[in-house]
T-cell receptor, first 117, second 116 residues
Framework: AQTVTQSQPEMSVQEAETVTLSCTYDTSENNYYLFWYKQPPSRQMILVIRQEAYKQQNATENRFSVNFQKAAKSFSLKISDSQLGDTAMYFCAFMKSFTSGTYKYIFGTGTRLKVLA | NAGVMQNPRHLVRRRGQEARLRCSPMKGHSHVYWYRQLPEEGLKFMVYLQKENIIDESGMPKERFSAEFPKEGPSILRIQQVVRGDSAAYFC??????????????FGPGTRLTVL
C-alpha cells in the first residue's frame, strides 16, 4: 500500500522569504503522480503543482517549485517570495497511474504554513 | 463553467439521524469521488463512482454509509444513524474520465457535518 508522510506539522516564514515543505512517500509503483494541494481557511482544495514520476525535470508554477527525488521517494515544495496569501494547510498527495485512467488520491497529514508580516 | 457544487455546505444532525450529502459534478464530468477529512487530518478516499456504477468503495465504512450516482441528478453520500465520529468535512471531486495517463480531479467546497 502507498503511504505519504509529511513530517512538519507546522511551519512559519517571513513575508518575501523562501520556505520548503517536506514530503516523503512509499510505493512499489514505477508510474505515478505527485501533487501539492493548498487548503486555505475556506477549506477549498486548490491544486498548487503536479509532478509526473516519469519526468525527470522538476515541475514549477510561478513562485512554486518542487524537488522530486524519485530514488529517495522525496517530493518537497519550495515557495519563493512568500506572500500572506500563502498562509494555509499544504497537503502532499500521491496517485497511481493506471493504463485506463487514474484515481484515488492518497494524502499526507498536512503542514500548516503561516506567513508572517 | 460552474465548478463542482456540494450542498449543503454545513449540516448539523443529532446522533441517530440520517445525513444526505449532495454533489453535482462539473459539466461534462462523469466520474465522482468522495473523500472525508477528519479534524487536523488529510483527506481520505471513500468511494469512486461513475454514472450508475460504484467502481471502488474500498474506503467506505462497511455499515451505515452508502453512495450513489444516478443517471440523472447529483451524486449522494448517505450516512445512516450518524454518530459523533462521523463529524468531518466531506469533499466531492469530479473528473471527465478518459483513457489518457491522467484524469484530473476538481474538488468541491466540501460539506461540514457536525453530529451533536
Amino acid at each position: 500500500a502507498q503511504t505519504v508522510t509529511q513530517s512538519q506539522p507546522e511551519m512559519s516564514v517571513q513575508e518575501a522569504e523562501t520556505v520548503t515543505l517536506s514530503c516523503t512517500y512509499d510505493t512499489s509503483e514505477n508510474n505515478y503522480y505527485l501533487f501539492w494541494y493548498k487548503q486555505p481557511p475556506s477549506r477549498q482544495m486548490i491544486l498548487v503543482i503536479r509532478q509526473e514520476a516519469y519526468k525527470q525535470q522538476n515541475a514549477t508554477e510561478n513562485r512554486f517549485s518542487v524537488n522530486f527525488q524519485k530514488a529517495a521517494k522525496s517530493f518537497s515544495l519550495k515557495i519563493s517570495d512568500s506572500q500572506l496569501g500563502d498562509t494555509a494547510m499544504y497537503f502532499c498527495a500521491f496517485m497511481k497511474s493506471f493504463t485506463s485512467g487514474t484515481y484515488k488520491y492518497i494524502f499526507g497529514t498536512g503542514t500548516r504554513l503561516k506567513v508572517l508580516a | 463553467n460552474a465548478g463542482v457544487m456540494q450542498n449543503p455546505r454545513h449540516l448539523v444532525r443529532r446522533r441517530g439521524q440520517e445525513a444526505r450529502l449532495r454533489c453535482s459534478p462539473m459539466k461534462g464530468h462523469s466520474h465522482v469521488y468522495w473523500y472525508r477529512q477528519l479534524p487536523e487530518e488529510g483527506l481520505k478516499f471513500m468511494v469512486y463512482l461513475q454514472k450508475e456504477n460504484i467502481i471502488d468503495e474500498s474506503g467506505m465504512p462497511k455499515e451505515r454509509f452508502s453512495a450513489e450516482f444516478p443517471k440523472e441528478g447529483p451524486s449522494i453520500l448517505r450516512i445512516q444513524q450518524v454518530v459523533r465520529g462521523d463529524s468531518a468535512a466531506y469533499f466531492c471531486a469530479s473528473s471527465p474520465g478518459g483513457t489518457g495517463r491522467y484524469d484530473e480531479q476538481f474538488f468541491g467546497p466540501g460539506t461540514r457535518l457536525t453530529v451533536l
